[in-house]
Structures are given as C-alpha cells and as structure tokens.
C-alpha cells in the first residue's frame, strides 16, 4: 500500500504521515518547493514536489499511489489576499480530486472541517446530518472549506472513493506554525490574553485526529461526512484547564462580543497602517459569536474512534512550546508541569 499525504508539513497533516509510516505504510508528502519540511524530521517519508493549483505536479505525486489523504489547507483567518485561499482551499482540492479520479485511487480521505456541520439548528447539537450553506459560513475560510467539501461530495458521486473527515479544535504538540488555535495556547503562555470572550468549542487531541484519518479510510462509508471531535468546551473552561496545568493564572474578565469586535476592527485599523498581520482577526471573533458544540457520535460508532483527554493533549502541546523555545515558562509553571508528571 502506498500512500499520497498532502498538507504533511502542516499541524494535522504531520501527525497523518507519522501514524501511517509507523503502521508500516510507505508514504509520499506532497510539499511545495521551499516549505519548512521540520514536522517529519527523522520519519521515513518520500517528498513529492509540487503544488495542488500545478495539475501536471499531482499527476507525478499520485503515479503509483493507492490512497490519499488530502489534509492540506491554508488555514488563516486574516489574509491579505483572500483569493488566495480559496485558490488552494478550493481550486487545488478540485485539481487534486480530479487527478486522482483519473490516477483510480483505492481511496481518498478528504480532511474538512467542524466549519461545515456546526452551525446553529435550534437547540439541537448539530452532528453530520447537518447541512450548511456558503452564507451561513463565517469569513473565506470557512466558505472555502464548504466550497471543497461540495467538491468531494460530487467527486463520490462521480465515483472517486471519498470518504470527508470533520476535525474540530485539534491540540497537541507539532503545532508550529502555529494554527489559530495554537495562537490561543501561545497566548496564554505569554501572559497575553487579559479577557476572554463567552464561546465554546469542541476540543480533541491531534494524535487521535490523525488516527480518525485511517479509521476513516479503512471503516468509512464512501460519500458520508465524520465528526473527528473530542470534548465540548467553553473557551473558559480550556484556559481553566491550561492554568491548572501550568500553574498560571487564567483571565477571569469576561468581555462582550461587541466589545471584542470593536478591539478587532481598531487592531484591523491599526495593521493597515503598519503592515503587520492583525492580533485579533475580525473574522475570528464574528465566529466566537456562535458556540461549535458537536456531537460526533457517528465516528466513534460507526469507524471506532475513541478520543482521549484534552488535559493531556494540552500538557503535550504546552511542553512542545517549551521545548521548541517558543515561549519561556516561568518558574512555577515549570514546576506545575514536573508536579503533574
């Protein structure tokens, strides 16, 4: 079995190839020329060249390949060019789709998001029978995502063997770039989130994530959408959770969505005029407006899936950060940290 992973260098996409190299498949990383390749130091994988908008670079990537896991994705919630990522979002996955049709892969395992299922149904917990709308998605990401999704769900139907993975809020360590959520992590460390806003999200650890993936492309049903989720969570109750294992102090001011959309729009204001990206990106805090509870009890009935504790997934990432000298911990979060091992 020989096997395509786009998006390898990336958060989830890394803890993908990890797993399925050490189950013993061969794995090729498609990169583009140029990417930061650290995620899968000392893991056995061959590196493909090339770029989902490059046709004629996927055609070499797959040749050979018996399965894909299409993990890639440009994931920002600010950009200054926004085409940008519906082009790899959309246009690269609807390049990748098509290629692999041609190329007859066994199965294509397309990495979506909780973006598109979770979108307020009344009081229910949305699960996957959920179907959502482009206006109903908050800023280019999310309507980039759906867009895909739309695109794998015709290529299932045309006969490519797909089967769409829905990660939620994925934690742990390798996030290095780091990804929005990681941001948060990040700023607790650094002393840097004074308030919080009154949101939610669905938390799971990124290794189970990435096991989710395989589960997906050994048990899931061609053409249906999987909740990869863990733990529903208020955005207090995580950073609750950070300090209790750092020993630092969460913030206890409570701001109103308003108030921090006003913040986003001055600090928006504020990035025009000298160039830097924004610290609190407008359309982040339009979808704290909404709570992202899940119910992801498909996944774990129908492929397996067993989640474990988001307290260890963050203990994983928070000892990640400090390794890797993304943030220097104080003393007594040091300690909390040796106490708790």
């Known amino acids: 079995m020989k096997t395509l992973v786009t998006g390898a260098t990336g958060f989830v996409g890394s803890h993908v190839a990890r797993r399925l190299v050490a189950s013993g498949e061969a794995v090729r990383a498609l990169a583009r020329k140029g990417s930061r390749r650290q995620a899968l130091d000392g893991v056995a994988v061959e590196w493909a060249e090339g770029d989902l908008r490059d046709e004629s670079s996927l055609v070499r990537a797959l040749d050979g390949i018996d399965r894909v896991y299409h993990v890639a994705a440009d994931y920002r919630l600010w950009a200054r060019n926004p085409q940008e990522i519906y082009e790899s979002n959309v246009t690269g ?26 979108v307020p149904r009344g009081n229910a917990v949305p699960d996957e029978t959920n179907r959502a709308t482009v206006d109903e998605m908050v800023g280019n990401y999310k309507k980039s995502k759906l ?21 939620t809020t994925p934690v742990g360590p390798g996030d290095w770039k780091p990804t929005p959520t990681g941001k948060i992590i990040l700023d607790f460390l650094q002393g840097k989130m004074p308030a919080y806003v009154d949101t939610g999200l669905n938390f799971a650890p990124v290794e189970d994530v990435a096991e989710g993936h395989l589960l997906a492309a050994q048990r899931g049903k061609i053409g249906e959408r999987y909740l990869l989720g ?34 986003a729009y001055a600090d928006a204001a504020f990035s025009r005029v000298s160039g830097r990206e924004p610290r609190i990106p407008i359309e982040g805090v339009r979808i704290a407006r909404h709570t992202m509870f899940i119910n992801d009890s498909k996944a774990r009935k129908e492929l397996g899936y067993q989640p474990g504790p988001v307290e260890g997934a963050l203990e994983r990432a928070v000892e990640w950060y400090a390794g890797n000298r993304y943030v220097n911990l104080p003393d007594r979060a040091r300690s909390a940290r040796a106490s708790a091992a």
């Open 93 to 118: 996955t609807k390049n990748l789709l098509a290629a692999a049709l041609r190329a007859r892969v066994q199965r294509f395992v397309y990495t979506s998001t909780v973006a598109t299922i979770a």
């Open 230 to 263: 863990g733990r529903n969570m208020t955005l207090k109750e995580f950073l609750d959770a950070l300090a209790k294992i750092t020993n630092l102090a969460a913030p206890t001011r409570r701001i109103s969505h308003s108030m921090a959309l006003f913040a």
């Open 147 to 167: 867009l895909a999704e739309q695109e794998a769900l015709r290529a299932a139907h045309e006969g490519l063997p797909v089967v769409i993975v829905n990660p």
